[in-house]
Each structure stands twice: as C-alpha cells, then as structure tokens.
C-alpha cells in the first residue's frame, strides 16, 4: 500500500522558517511527480507546490512564490518543502500528494495518494 508520511511541522515566529518532509513508501517513487497543498481551517485546500517525476520542473502557488521551496531525493524516496518569510496567513495542515504520472500538476484532484498533514502554525 503507498502511505506518505508528513514530518517537521510545528510552532514558528513570524518571519521564521520550517523544512517539513515527505516520506514515501509504496509507491514506485522515482516515476511519480509529487506535491504540497495545504489546507486552513474554514478555507479550501490550497495548490502550494510541486515537482516533477525527476525534479524538473518545479511550480508554486502565487501565495508562496518566492518563499517556499519543493525539493525531492529519489533514492531516499523524500520530498521537502523549505518555508521561509512564514506569516500568519500561511498556518494551515501542509498535505503531501503523489501520483503515478511524472508530470506535475496544480490540480488536487490529479493526486492519488495523500498524506495525513502536518500542523504549520505561524504566530503573530
């Protein structure tokens, strides 16, 4: 069965910064484009990032460009998102997402597999 297993979420100060990380397993890893969306309570998941089958290309949401970054190791089968410049508007559950083809997407609804999220709360 693929599982995806979010870790590194946590507290953070305004203008602060987290790495949270994406373990894979499952999943045929090096084939499958990846991605981060996240999810405020009240609000709609949100594309946040993704990343190609071989690490190229990368896309971001207009919300995070700039400040985020999506990185992959195909042989450690992990993805990461490096936050930087976090603000309060960007607390949410950050979800990881895999699917079978290698070329990335926006859309949610293209992701087969989904993690369980990890908590990014950014303090005022």
């Known amino acids: 069965q693929v599982q995806l297993v979010e870790s590194g979420g946590g507290l953070v100060q305004a203008g602060g910064s987290l790495r949270i990380s994406c373990a894979a397993s499952?999943?045929?890893?090096?084939?499958?484009?990846m991605g981060w969306f996240r999810q405020a309570p009240v609000k709609e998941r949100e594309f946040v990032a993704s990343i190609g089958s071989t690490g190229i290309p990368t896309r971001y949401g207009d919300s995070v460009k700039g400040r985020f970054t999506i990185s992959r190791d195909n042989v450690k089968n992990m993805v990461y998102l490096q936050t930087n410049s976090l603000n309060p508007e960007d607390t949410a559950v950050y979800y990881c997402?895999?699917?079978?083809?290698?070329?990335?997407?926006?859309?949610?609804?293209?992701?087969?597999?989904w993690g369980q999220g990890t908590q990014v709360t950014v303090s005022s």
């Open positions: 499952g999943l045929t890893f090096s084939s499958s484009a």
């Open positions: 997402a895999g699917r079978r083809g290698g070329a990335t997407s926006t859309y949610s609804a293209s992701y087969e597999y």
